[in-house]
Every structure is written in structure tokens, then in C-alpha cells.
């Protein structure tokens, strides 16, 4: 019978790469179905892992191979600015699996950033300080309103599971790249950005409902106009740990979503109690395609409502659960979640040979059949 291979990698990197991923020696063995005992043992130098273990341990952890074999540890990603509402402990679980989101979109723009070289693209990028933290709310919403040509009798006739792709086609037409996530609870973490030109990118997350993350493109906007790169949770500004930047995002997005010239035009009716507002709610909703939770940040930062009533239906919003998405037919999440800009990159770089189908394969992180499909159903998906 033949001896299996046995590899001599850095132990130390086993456990980097199992940490930055965000999983546990428990995990990993019951996902890989390689004993507990044998990834303890080879993470402490004790024990050699097989060729095969080896492999399906740098598939699962998304890292190349060769890195096992570095005599030093690689320097991970930095995350950016984060703010969460969040509590330490919750933010330590889940920082490996975060840092895999961030680190997996970053490499796409790093791609993108490559292939605007190649493709001879050129985008102006004129937008990017068009407004400061000192220019008033009003000022820098009618910017991007005036940016993206907004008008709320467009937005009116939408139906709800419109409303997403409108705002995502309006940004990306800016040539920033729009992607989507679900590996992380909205309350952890809403969305993420990097302001750096060429294909600044930003990151929502596919388990809130479509509004919450309009919203959340919005806010990142914001923060790309400024070119501050983070990791956003909307509601942050609400917290008593607050920062200039985070209050002007938030309400730099909810006077875009809301005008207040429009808002004040409606909102005639004494809000006194919750059934009133609720009804409210409900009304500026369907007009302005946005959640309640914008339209109460509106309210307050208006002063149309009660410290009181804003608590209690604040309370009362944030203990109701997320909406999940994902499943279903694998085509529509795939498009759901990658750029469209970076579709158009990698078929442009394809169609032109300046990408070869093995790295379009690998861009994409798709077999050559996958490809294929992608490729057909992408000229009518568009």
C-alpha cells in the first residue's frame, strides 16, 4: 500500500490563514471532515499534513498553495475605519469571515484597476470632492441628486425589487463597482468602501431588505466624494460614539432619498403617538422608495418628532429580523452579487484577448461551463 505524501509547512501560517478566515479548529474539521486532533496537532508543529489535506485546507481558506510553505507569516489585509453598533465581542467572531469578504472584493479591484490600463478606459472621476464635510446637507445632496439625476416621480412608478438596480445602474454609471454580500448579519456589518480611483467599490449586504441597502449606497457614496475608504454601519451616527464624518454620510443619504422640500410639503400631520406615525411611515414609504428607518431619521433630524416616540419606534424597528435573501437559481445571485462594471471588464478583456478564459475563470472564480453560461446570459441580462 502507498504511504501518503507528508508535507513540512509553516505551522504558523495554518493558524494565520484558519484565523483570517474566520473559523474555528472545530469548524474547519467538521467542514473538511479531517480530525480535530490531526489540524491541532499540525497547527502546533507536532504533526505534517498530507498533500491532499493540505490542498482542500488552501481551498477552503482561499489562499494559494505556495503561501504554506513561507518561512514568515504574510501581513494581512488592514480593515478599514470600523464602526459598528455592534459590541467588541460580536465584531471578534466574525472578523476572520469579514476580512474574507473584504479581502475576496478587494482583489476585484484590484483586477478592475489592472484592466483599466489594458482596456485604455477612462473615466473622469470629476466627483470625487465635489463636496466637503463643511458644505451644508442641503448643498451636498442636491449635488449627487443633480450627480445621478434623481428625480422622485422616477422613483415613484418603481416597483420594490426595482428600486435596488435603479440606484446600483445610476453609481456604477460613475464607473464605481457595486458589489453584494450575505456571509455577514446586517447588524454586524451593513457595507464597506474604497474611495481610491480608478473603480472605487463599494459593498452592500445582500441579507438587508432592498432599501436598507439603498440606503447603504447612498451612504458609501457620500464617503467616496469625500475619499474616506471604512466599513459603514448606517445607524452608527445615532450612537453616542459618533463621528463628524458619519453623521454628515448619514445625513447627506437620508436628505438625498428625502428632500426636505419635498418632505415638508407632506408631512403637515402632527405625529403624537405610534399608531399616527406608523400610518406615516407607511405613506412616505411608497413615495420616496425608502425604508421607515430613513424616513424616522428624517423626522428627528427635523425635529417633527418626539425624543419619545423616535426611541420607541426606533426600538421597536431594530427588533424586527433581517430580511434574508439568497438561493434560488444560481445565475440571478451570481449577477445579484458581482459588478456589472466588472462583468463588462473581464468580457471586454476577454473578447479583446487581453484576458485569457483561464483568468477570466479565475476573476470570476468559475468553472469553464459557468463561464460560458455567464457569458451567454450576460448580453441579455444587461
Known sequence: ???????????????????????????????????????????NGVMRLTVKQLRKLAKFYKRPLPIFYLKNTPKDIELPDFRSRSIDEEIGIVSGKIRLIIREILEKKKIAEDLYEKLNISYPYDFIGLFSESDSIENASKEIRNLLNIQTKDLRVLKDNDVLKYWIKKIEALGILVFQYQEIDPIIMRGFVFAKIPFPTLAVNQRDSFYARVFTLVHELTHIILDKSGIIDPYYSLSEKRDKTEIFCNSVASEVLVPTHEFNEMATEELVNKSVLKNFLDEASKIWKVSWSVILIHLKELKRISNKLYTEMLMELKSKKQKKSGGGDYYRLFFSRNSENFLNLVFTGLYSKKVTYYKAMKFLNVSYKTLENVERKFKWER
Open 1 to 43: 500500500m502507498v504511504r501518503p505524501v507528508l508535507v513540512k509547512v509553516n505551522p504558523n501560517i495554518l493558524t494565520w490563514a484558519r484565523n483570517s478566515s474566520g473559523y474555528t479548529l472545530r469548524e474547519v474539521a467538521k467542514k473538511l471532515n479531517i480530525s480535530y486532533n490531526t489540524l491541532r496537532v499540525t497547527e
